[in-house]
């Protein structure tokens, strides 16, 4: 066991408008398994390159481990993937391999293999294995789920929780829950270390934040009444000061003796209640910084004249002499919430193509409702360049509406004059769901849409669905997601 300190740390981009992390100070464990977690931007990737001494920062990030950094680069990925582990760890024995991979339920004949055959999910079992050989290594782990399907998602959380000694990037629940045992959050204000899993640190959150909501109404009540109790104090000030000049005409002389002690007893009580508004004052401010703006989202659904939008039947796809998908037959009807779910490579994105209309060639009956409007979702987020003002005129968007739901779903006003080829992998995949939600359709497409989203994010676009139970067809790998969303379950 050994410490990893971070003191004082301040570091912001030279191309940014303000800093990244200001004066954050933390202590982690390396025999930990950390969660990271924070909303997309915040600069969870950004961190990881500090501890990899990437970047210039002021303050101090002490450690008495070698860090390593997942997803490795594979430069040569034509070469055998035993090449592959033996450039990331040239001392590795072949047996501590070959039990990594049995772990990872991966076949041994993958070593003999070019890695770029492999699928994404093997090379991502592969890299994670070759670097868990390494020793006295603190290892920290960039979003590995992004290529995995819903088994292999089990698999490697199953395979991390016997591990420990890193830290974790995902936005995924149940993956988060089934192998952390403490969570390392990037909030608004701050960063915190909490010992559990995702689902007690969010519980944990909810309750700070509704103490906060609660103190702050409490405070914001007591300023409103001390603010008026000053105000009347002020009021009875300046009446018995008027007394000290006596009634016009009277003849009587003012006891100016007992108005001075009045007045004193007022100044006193004014005093009193200046401090104590100021004390809520102060309370207040310190409340709300880190809770999280997650309001609600809108969809604008077109209601069709039909029940049934898309049948398939028997269909098959194939690509040159390769079968992608044989003989599938399904009905997505009007309301309905459809997953498509299935290992990767059984053709769930092939099947989008083809309602999508793109050129597939295929056998069988497909059919599509005549003038049915879809909204489409792609993977892919690597087209996106220049601003997002331009973005929205090239896709016929509304730019108001467009913008005013990437603000709901975390964006900065900065963000608005970025180019999206800078922005990160979860914003520019926002920009894909902003569009989508931005358009009116009959029926909602989306191939993976959750793809380095964070996690509260990822909620938002689950209410959303809850609310207006749009038409929709989506792949996604996130059990948590699919299981509060989807109404029917296609698996191929």
């Not at 039947?313 to 309905?336: D, L, M, P, R, W």
């Not at 994010?457 to 792949?475: G, H």
Request: hydrophobic share 40%; aromatic share 10%; proline share 1%.
């Amino acid at each position: 066991m050994s410490l990893i300190n971070v003191i004082n740390l301040t570091f912001g981009y030279e191309s940014s408008y303000d800093n990244i992390f200001e004066n954050v100070s933390f202590q982690i464990d390396t025999d930990w398994k950390l969660g990271f977690t924070g909303r997309n931007g915040r600069g969870k990737t950004t961190f990881l390159n500090l501890l990899l001494g990437k970047y210039e920062y002021s303050g101090t990030i002490s450690a008495k481990v070698n860090f390593e950094y997942f997803p490795f680069e594979v430069t040569k990925a034509a070469n055998n993937t035993m090449d592959i582990i033996d450039n990331i760890y040239p001392d590795y024995i072949h047996w501590q391999v070959m039990r990594e991979l049995s772990l990872l339920q991966v076949s041994a004949d993958v070593l003999y293999r070019p890695f770029a055959t492999l699928s994404h999910g093997e090379q991502t079992k592969v890299l994670l294995a070759a670097l868990f050989l390494k020793e006295n290594s603190f290892l920290l782990i960039d979003e590995p789920t992004n290529h995995l399907d819903m088994n292999a998602r089990k698999v490697v959380s199953d395979y991390l929780n016997s591990k420990q000694g890193f830290i974790l990037v995902s936005h995924d629940r149940a993956f988060l829950d089934n192998c952390v045992d403490h969570i390392l959050s990037i909030n608004k204000t701050n960063i915190e270390v909490q010992k559990g899993n995702f689902s007690s640190w969010w519980e944990n959150k909810k309750m700070q934040d509704n103490f906060e909501l609660a103190e702050n109404e409490k405070l914001r009540q007591d300023i409103t009444r001390l603010s008026a109790a000053a105000k009347r104090t002020a009021d009875w000030s300046d009446k018995v000061e008027k007394t000290k000049l006596g009634t016009k005409n009277s003849g009587l002389k003012p006891d100016k003796g007992y108005i001075g002690h009045k007045a004193a007893k007022m100044m006193k009580r004014s005093k009193a209640i200046e401090a104590r508004q100021q004390s809520a004052i102060d309370g207040k401010s310190k409340l709300l910084k880190n809770i999280e703006s997650s309001e609600r989202l809108r969809i604008f659904q077109l209601n069709f004249h039909a029940d049934r939008l898309i049948e398939l039947e028997n269909v098959s796809i194939f690509y040159g002499e390769k079968t992608a998908c044989e003989n599938v037959s399904f009905i997505i009807e009007q309301g309905a919430r459809v997953t498509l779910y299935g290992k990767n490579g059984s053709g769930k994105s092939s099947l989008i193509k083809l309602i999508c209309e793109e050129n597939i060639t295929y056998t069988g009956t497909f059919r599509k409702a005549s003038q049915l409007k879809i909204s489409y979702v792609s993977q892919d987020t690597s087209q996106l360049s220049g601003n997002l003002t331009g973005y929205a005129a090239d896709n016929d968007i509304d730019e108001s509406l467009f913008k005013t739901i990437l603000r709901k779903l975390d964006f900065s006003r900065v963000q608005f004059e970025k180019d999206m080829a800078d922005f990160s992998g979860g914003q520019k995949k926002k920009v894909l769901i902003a569009k989508s939600l931005s358009e009116k359709a009959h029926l909602y497409i989306w191939d993976e849409p959750l793809n380095f989203i964070d996690v509260i994010s990822r909620m938002q676009i689950e209410e959303l669905l809850l609310a207006y139970s749009p038409t929709i067809l989506f792949v996604e790998h996130d059990a948590e997601f699919c299981k509060n969303i989807a109404t029917k379950i296609l698996e191929l």
